[in-house]
């Protein structure tokens, strides 16, 4: 078991060293520019884990809230001369802001309201970045971002950029994966299985339910101000509806719930079409057959696949093993049928 | 400000507002019968304006109603094919959210779809539905007074419906109890599938007439997707009277918003409102209890 | 009896209207500590209703609910259980997803400190908590006899091993009040004698019961004191063995008709 477990470690040890090697070997900017896109959207679906994987809470406010993490430090940095390096402090002081000032109203009641909140959030952040155009440049967007500045160390090539989000991207798995495999990670399960049997243990639900989703927005807004810095330009073209339906699928394809999951769906939506060039404008309309196929038939994911009590909970594997009669404990009683 | 161009503000809000009534019923209908909230129904109704303007009028050349008949039998058949192929399905499952993120991806297969069939670019029916009527000095154009007439006339159909028709009935029924309904020997699944094929038939009238009031584009329907959600909300969510009351408001209020704040920025009317109804009334207008 | 025991849960006229129909119409009653108190009645006698009440999952219309002397309306299902009252539920809410130790686990929640800011970089500190909330859970589990169980899948369990789980978890938030909603009902009799053994075990050790049951065996056998709903009014209030002779509560469980059969065979 032990064993096992560090050779776990010594494999991630050893991709973690791949990938920071990697950039600065391969001196192709294209290649750089995948890995960075894709660490960028690990991030974001990590965060988009906690709320709408754990606690089973529909936020489609993604793009919204990259936007505002990517606009509002760029925006600081450009009308007021901040340090682009505190760009990442405001981004994650955005999202608290976001969290809460969405979470407050939304995740207080029972029901759906959090996902008609930021869907509309979502689309008012576009609305206002596009039209109030002295202050956020408008559809031309904000232009030149300059080269993040890391106490004097200038990551002005992509190469360098690259590295540094392999470090940032490497923290933010490792505290996701804790936070998932905690106290906290259980409890967020918990309110999507149960939310009254959780009130009645003591726990405040609404609170836990804002602390998910601000984890959602702070991971959304470092993603988003990543981005900004990867594509040395913001405009409001970028953050649309598709962009959260979109890492909603990478999350669903990787597997829901699981950070291993959200690492890999991340991955591979982001890079198959550099390998499947052939399919081009069809790419995202077989990418979503494939993932709404997942959810009816492999509702966990691609990562289920590997794991048997996940992969026989629902869809095709249980379908089949109910088909072979196989399925343990067959014939008890639901609820208090009995009296 | 005159008085006629307050009325026809407030005419053309109230036209709008009933657009967003709809797509807050359309949606009621499903989230009412499955639990479930169908966030594709924006898609839907795109898809009932790419059908409607770009198959049947402009690659086909039908009339106008020879087209509207065609597009909503195929938009009931298709409704009852995501019924059959997603909603059923995805509904049993251990957790809600799987099916919620499947209405999502399905929404995006549509828009895909909706791409690649009639192509990225934005396009309009000459003439159709364009013109004005006068009352005295206040000046309605014809697409507000199409949308207003038919906007009633649906309410009042799908009143009767529900209460005056065996299966209109039983849809009541699948709405309180699931478990109840199907012990009663109502088809619970097939049940769904009608709702959800009426619901697809709702958006495909609200896809024909906003095809007038913006182009046809795959962004379209993407504010009155979620000013219909607003609607909802204010108004009372998962109550059909409380969708129409809602919608008008909305419709209303954010059209007499210019009289004071930017045109572009009414728009967040909707939104703002709807964040101050969960804060302070969560239930909506007429508190109907969900 | 003129001894004075402190009240643990005590109802002012409770009335509960839904929509126009009372499901329960003005009840009081006083539990006082050290008792299982047994609140029983035939089904839609308003029972459940009450214990949701209690629990503030929704307020009563008029009335006021008291927990050791403290006025709780109003207040949030959460808050009221850290008050210390613990439930279980009619029809079992356990978290499917997960095993028999980590639904309990998430019983014990509450018992930790350590907040989300101080967790992401406080290491020691956070796996030194979670390794003690292990350990009260494997306690508990010990103490119902269901460590073997530690790893299975809830879901996979038989239905009354899930009723012994379901306990597990309400144990784990520390109550000093526990309610029991319709424990017994779905049990086989072995299971239900185990359930009995375990309640009175808990009650032995101090703590306080308050139990709703359908099973007249088990409300007998355990309860020291009982109060008897029908159509949301409360028909009577006695110890067991008051409770068992009451024309009132033999007329509400067996209808008019035994009645009147009992009446004309006293008279033969």
Redesign the interface.
């Known amino acids: 078991m032990k064993e096992k477990k560090n050779v776990k470690i010594a494999l991630l040890a050893a991709l973690f060293v791949g990938l920071i090697v990697f950039p600065i070997v391969d001196k192709n900017t294209y290649h750089q520019l995948a890995l960075a896109q894709t660490l960028v959207n690990v991030i974001i679906v990590l965060g988009l884990n906690f709320i709408?994987?754990l606690t089973?809470q529909?936020n489609?406010g993604t793009a919204g809230i990259m936007a505002l993490g990517a606009y509002s430090g760029q925006l600081m940095v450009q009308k007021l001369g901040m340090a682009t390096i505190l760009t990442i402090p405001v981004a994650i002081l955005m999202g608290v802001i976001i969290g809460y000032a969405l979470g407050y109203?939304?995740l207080r009641?029972k029901?759906?309201?959090l996902?008609?909140?930021t869907?509309?959030?979502s689309?008012?952040v576009r609305?206002?970045i596009t039209?109030w155009a002295d202050f956020t440049g408008g559809t031309t967007g904000v232009q030149n971002i300059p080269a993040l500045n890391l106490f004097g160390l200038k990551l002005d090539a992509t190469w360098k950029l690259t590295v540094f989000l392999v470090i940032i991207c490497a923290v933010l798995v490792f505290?996701a994966y804790?936070?998932v495999n905690?106290?906290?990670g259980?409890?967020f399960?918990?309110i999507?299985?149960?939310i009254?049997?959780?009130?009645?243990?003591?726990?405040?639900?609404a609170g836990l339910k804002i602390?998910a989703f601000t984890?959602a927005a702070i991971f959304g807004c470092i993603g988003g101000c990543f981005y900004g810095f990867l594509m040395t330009y913001l405009n409001p073209t970028q953050f649309?509806?598709?962009l959260s339906?979109?890492y909603?699928?990478m999350?669903?394809f990787g597997g829901?719930g699981s950070v291993p999951g959200s690492v890999i769906g991340a991955t591979a939506v982001t890079l198959l079409p550099e390998f499947l060039r052939f399919t081009k404008?069809?790419y995202?309309?077989i990418f979503?057959?494939i993932?709404?196929l997942f959810?009816?038939f492999l509702?966990y994911g691609f990562i289920s696949l590997f794991q048997k009590?996940k992969r026989e909970?629902?869809g095709i594997f249980k379908i089949l093993n109910d088909r072979k009669g196989k399925r343990?404990?067959a014939g008890?009683?639901k609820?208090?049928?009995?009296? | 400000m005159s008085f006629a161009m307050i009325m026809q503000l407030i005419i053309s809000g109230i036209a709008l507002g009933f657009i967003y009534s709809m797509v807050s019923i359309e949606y009621t209908l499903i989230f009412n019968s499955t639990g479930l909230?169908n966030?594709s129904h924006d898609k839907l109704i795109m898809l009932g304006a790419y059908a409607f303007a770009g198959q049947f009028v402009l690659r086909m050349g039908c009339g106008y109603v020879v087209a509207t008949i065609a597009t909503v039998l195929s938009m009931f058949i298709t409704g009852i094919l995501i019924a059959k192929g997603?909603f059923n399905?995805?509904r049993n499952?251990?957790?809600?959210?799987?099916?919620?993120?499947?209405t999502?991806?399905?929404?995006?297969?549509i828009?895909?779809?909706c791409?690649?069939i009639w192509g990225a670019t934005a396009f309009n029916i000459p003439g159709f539905m364009k013109g004005t009527f006068k009352f005295g000095s206040i000046v309605i154009t014809r697409a507000n007074t199409y949308i207003i007439i038919v906007a009633v006339l649906l309410v009042i159909a799908l009143q009767l419906y529900f209460n005056h028709t065996k299966s209109g009935k039983a849809m009541h029924c699948v709405q309180q109890n699931k478990t109840a309904a199907t012990l009663m020997g109502i088809n619970v699944s097939q049940n769904i599938n009608i709702t959800i094929g009426i619901s697809a038939v709702v958006c495909s009238i609200i896809g024909i007439l906003v095809i007038s009031l913006f182009s046809v584009s795959l962004?379209m329907t993407?504010?009155i997707g979620?000013k219909g959600?607003?609607a909802g909300?204010i108004g009372g969510?998962g109550y059909f009277p409380g969708c129409i009351v809602g919608g008008v408001l909305i419709g209303i209020l954010e059209n007499l918003s210019t009289l004071v704040i930017p045109s572009?920025?009414k728009?967040?009317v909707?939104?703002v409102l709807?964040?101050v109804f969960?804060?302070v009334q969560?239930k909506g207008i007429l508190g109907h209890k969900k | 009896m003129a001894e004075e025991r402190k009240s643990v849960l005590r109802l002012e006229n409770i009335t509960k209207k839904f929509q126009g129909l009372t499901a329960v119409d003005d009840v009081s009653f006083d539990m006082k500590e050290r008792s299982i108190y047994a609140l029983i009645g035939p089904n839609g006698a308003g029972k459940t209703t009450t214990v949701n009440m209690i629990?503030g999952?929704f307020p009563p219309t008029t009335g006021k609910i008291y927990y050791r002397d403290r006025c709780i309306n109003g207040m949030?299902?959460?808050e009221i259980?850290?008050l210390g009252i613990?439930?279980t539920?009619?029809?079992?809410?356990?978290?499917?997803?997960?095993s028999v130790l980590?639904n309990l686990?998430?019983?014990g929640?509450?018992m930790?400190k350590i907040g989300?800011v101080n967790?992401?970089f406080n290491f020691g500190g956070?796996k030194k908590?979670?390794i003690l909330?292990r350990e009260r859970a494997e306690e508990v589990m010990e103490y119902l006899g269901i460590q073997d169980l530690a790893k299975r899948?809830v879901k996979?369990?038989?239905?009354g091993r899930q009723k012994i789980v379901e306990l597990g978890?309400?144990m784990?938030?520390g109550p000093k009040l526990l309610l029991l909603d319709?424990p017994a009902?779905?049990l086989?009799p072995s299971e239900r004698k185990e359930f009995v053994d375990i309640v009175l075990r808990m009650f032995e050790e101090g703590m306080d019961i308050f139990l709703i049951e359908?099973n007249m065996d088990v409300v007998m056998n355990v309860s020291t004191y009982i109060t008897v709903l029908n159509f949301g009014s409360r028909i009577a209030e006695g110890t067991p063995k008051e409770i068992q002779s009451d024309p009132e509560v033999i007329k509400a469980y067996l209808g008019d008709k035994y009645q009147e059969i009992a009446a004309k065979e006293r008279r033969d």
Request: glycine share 8%.
């Open positions: 709408t994987g089973g529909m489609l109203p939304s009641l029901g759906v309201y996902s008609l909140t869907i509309g959030f689309e008012i609305l206002v039209n505290t804790r936070i905690s106290k906290y259980r409890v399960k918990a999507r299985d149960n009254e049997a959780v009130e009645a243990c003591g726990i405040d639900v602390k984890l649309t509806q598709d339906a979109n909603l699928l999350m669903m829901i404008e069809y995202w309309l979503g057959i993932t709404l959810a009816i509702p009590e909970e629902a343990k404990n008890v009683p609820s208090g049928g009995m009296r | 909230l966030f997603i399905p995805l499952m251990a957790s809600p959210i799987f099916a919620v993120i499947g999502v991806i399905m929404g995006r297969i828009k895909e779809l791409r690649i962004t993407n504010m979620i959600f607003a909300v969510f572009i920025y728009d967040c909707a939104f709807m964040i969960l804060l969560p | 629990t999952v949030k299902t959460f259980a850290r613990g439930r539920f009619q029809n079992l809410k356990l978290f499917n997803s997960m980590e686990m998430i019983g929640h509450e930790t989300l967790f992401c956070s908590e979670e909330l899948n996979n369990l038989s239905y978890r309400a784990m938030t319709e009902a779905g086989i359908h």
